[in-house]
């Protein structure tokens, strides 16, 4: 489970140390490709091949569904933590994310988004707009 929000940064080879709270869950393996709203998502295995059978189980004949097989699967590299839990951002994906050095990392329960420090800030939601999240819920 991935919870919370860390400041993280990249070496000089784009790589980055992953929480060690979190490799128990990636440490087989994960998925990394890019995601929306200017982020990249990081999926454990398991969890990226419950994505993909839901994504590929759309209609072929649906444009929306395309355009979102191609920007997931197409954008996506499967990687394994190193001995010092570090991954590879690949420069594409970094390019992609704006990340230049500094990045936060945010666990959301099941997957991982990475943010520049200024996207971050922009996509922060003030409690009106939470409330309508909670109001889907029905709590």
Not at 19 to 24: D, I, M, S
Not at 59 to 73: E, P, V
């Amino acid at each position: 489970m991935f919870l919370g929000h860390h400041t993280l940064t990249t070496d000089n080879a784009g790589k980055m140390a992953l929480p060690k709270g979190y490799l128990p869950f990636l440490a087989a393996g994960l998925v990394l490709t890019a995601g929306f709203d200017g982020s990249l998502l990081i999926f454990p295995e398991a969890d990226w091949r419950a994505l993909a059978e839901r994504v590929i189980g759309t209609a072929l004949t649906n444009g929306r569904a395309r355009t979102l097989r191609r920007h997931l699967f197409a954008n996506a590299v499967r990687l394994t933590p190193d001995k010092y839990g570090r991954i590879p951002l690949p420069h594409h994906l970094r390019q992609t994310a704006d990340i230049n050095g500094e990045l936060v990392l945010v666990g959301l329960y099941n997957y991982l988004e990475i943010w520049s420090p200024t996207a971050w800030q922009s996509v922060q939601t003030q409690p009106s707009e939470t409330a309508v999240a909670w109001e889907d819920l029905r709590i």
